[in-house]
């Protein structure tokens, strides 16, 4: 286990430098200057010498691959450099986002799962009934549904017509988290409940369950404690993947609701073309799914023993 685990992160180091180098080099190839952005949105004129100037401050009439290597350097030495909009220190911004995306990513998958699994199990339960037809509807439904026109969906119905939850958030709290949370679980369980119930009828026609059944076991002690423990171990790798791209924020459903998480942080440094902030942004996503993914595979052994990872002994 433990050498499987030191190969795994070991695999992260070039994984990281391919990605922040292939970031670092498209965001240059994109022809925008970070500084005449600056100069745009705050309305200034100056002579091209002031801007000059203050390319050279920020060190961009350099080289791209001395930029590149700087700002490797100056991060293996835990400084991820200074936002080119704000002035403040990249990092302390970008941590001070995380309880917000945090929060968002717990109730989000939260809901997902009271929402996706006990439907997708009735769905399976009841195949080819009216109940099954129903919930696939609803499913066929969200899935049609871009998370924009959930979002705006939510803010009419909920915001507008019944006053129930605030417009747009004001603060990080339980009433400004539940519409985003809520445009996300929908979208999420939609995809879900259709996995879960493939998963679910999977195990249903195991010979297993004919053979309880012929023995006399109720069908609901199967399906808990046989069925449902089986299909875990694909439910539980859908949901850690949703983990991962909800932790790197949802950019979108964030900017709606005016959230202040990562994901709107990104938006908002790449539209003013913040470097530094969006090289953090990129470093946090790729640290996600390396880790995201490396925590599945250790849990695929104790949702299913039989599981060998890595050619790892029993």
């Keep these: 286990m433990g050498s499987y685990v030191c190969k795994r ?32 949105n705050t309305g200034m004129v100056l002579s091209q010498d002031v801007i000059d100037q203050a390319r050279t401050e920020l060190g961009l009439d350099r080289p791209f691959l001395v930029q590149y290597l700087t700002w490797l350097w100056d991060l293996l030495h835990g400084d991820m450099g200074t936002s080119y909009i704000s002035g403040k220190e990249v990092f302390p911004t970008f941590v001070s986002k995380l309880p917000a995306t945090l929060l968002l990513t717990v109730i989000s998958i939260g809901l997902t799962i009271v929402i996706s699994i ?4 009735v769905a399976a ?42 417009v747009i958030s004001n603060g990080v709290n339980g009433r400004s988290v539940a519409m985003p949370a809520l445009t996300l679980a929908i979208a999420m369980s939609a995809k879900y409940l259709r996995q879960v119930r493939a998963t679910v009828l999977d195990e249903l026609n195991r010979e297993y369950v004919t053979g309880a059944k012929a023995r006399g076991v109720r069908f609901s002690a199967t399906l808990i404690k046989s069925v449902l423990r089986t299909s875990m171990v694909t439910i539980f790798t859908l949901l850690t993947l949703s983990i991962g791209s909800l ?14 998480g990562v994901g709107k942080l990104a938006v908002d440094a790449i539209n003013m073309r913040d470097y530094p902030m969006i090289q953090a942004y990129v470093m946090w996503m790729a640290i996600i799914y390396v880790v995201v993914n490396l925590v599945t595979d250790l849990s ?9 990872l890595g050619g790892m002994e029993a």
């Design 118 to 121: 006990p439907l997708g199990v």
């Design 9 to 40: 992160l070991l695999q992260l180091i070039p994984i990281l430098l391919v990605i922040t180098f292939l970031s670092f080099g498209m965001m240059r190839i994109a022809g925008s200057d970070a500084v005449l952005q600056k100069m745009e």
């Design 125 to 166: 339960v009841k195949q080819n009934r009216f109940t099954d037809y129903l919930i696939r509807f609803c499913s066929f439904l969200g899935n049609s549904m871009p998370n924009f026109f959930v979002a705006l969906l939510l803010m009419y119905v909920l915001a507008i017509r019944l006053h129930v939850l605030p």
């Design 247 to 260: 932790l790197g924020g949802t950019a979108i459903v964030e900017s709606i609701f005016l959230w202040d």
């Design 300 to 308: 695929y052994r104790l949702l299913d023993p039989r599981i060998r």
